[in-house]
């Protein structure tokens, strides 16, 4: 199975700063039909997960321009340009390549 | 507006069964992929099962293999999970996903004596 590793584990952020989330997958994330299969989740407290980027940089329905993906193979960046209050709870990296999909450990973020 | 319910969850003993149910609603269902993904009290995600948009394919993470069967009602709009020989381990919130972008808000299910 692939492991997925996400750093840090937690961050407090000030409001209006940036914030970046690593993740990085024990092997290549890039599909013979060339698109890379890794998705980035907001839990919010008390909430289901949602869905933020798709494909390392490909932002989802609704979601707000100032979250951004990037990354290739093995490493990937989640960047929150301007942090806001509503951006608490928890990340999620996961991997869509081949089953078992497999999520990072999560990243808590929370703010000062 | 697309939603997925989750519904089933319960109180049950070690080795004992439950089925859980989703129903789907705003989409054309038997066009999309569908899986359970589950978290434990205070824990992470795992991803549970996939099935295939007509049930043809279906896979399962080794932790539930031979004890849970995922699969669908087209007709019906409804993904099932039912899961037998209950552990301890299976107590979670499971999550009723399309295509891994679509949640629903969850079932608890929790497993103890």
């Known amino acids: 199975d692939i492991v997925m590793t996400q750093t840090p584990l937690s961050l407090s952020v000030t409001p209006g700063q940036p914030a970046s989330i690593s993740c990085k997958s024990s092997?290549?994330?890039?599909?013979?039909?060339?698109?890379?299969?890794l998705n980035w989740y907001l839990q919010r407290p008390g909430q289901s997960p949602q869905l933020l980027i798709y494909e390392v940089s490909k932002r989802f329905s609704g979601v707000p321009d100032r979250f951004s993906g990037s990354g290739s193979g093995t490493d990937f960046t989640l960047k929150i340009s301007r942090v806001e209050a509503d951006d608490v709870g928890v990340y999620y990296c996961?991997?869509?390549?081949?089953?078992?999909?497999?999520f990072g450990q999560g990243s808590k973020v929370e703010i000062k | 507006e697309m939603q997925l319910v989750e519904s089933g969850g319960n109180l049950v003993q070690p080795g004992g069964s439950l089925r859980l149910s989703c129903a789907a609603s705003?989409?054309?269902?038997?066009?999309?992929?569908m899986n359970w993904v589950r978290q434990a009290p205070g824990k992470g995600l795992e991803w549970v099962s996939y099935?295939?948009?007509?049930?043809?394919?279906?896979d399962y993470a080794d932790s539930v293999k031979g004890r849970f069967t995922i699969s669908r009602d087209n007709a019906k709009n409804s993904l099932y999970l039912q899961m037998n020989s209950l552990r301890a381990e299976d107590t979670a919130i499971y999550y009723c996903v399309r295509k891994m972008k679509n949640w629903g808000q969850g079932t608890l299910v929790t497993v103890s004596s």
């Open positions: 099935i295939n948009n007509i049930g043809s394919g279906k």
């Open positions: 705003g989409f054309t269902f038997s066009s999309y992929s």
């Open positions: 996961m991997e869509s390549i081949e089953l078992p999909w497999t």
């Open positions: 092997e290549s994330l890039l599909h013979t039909d060339g698109k890379t299969y």
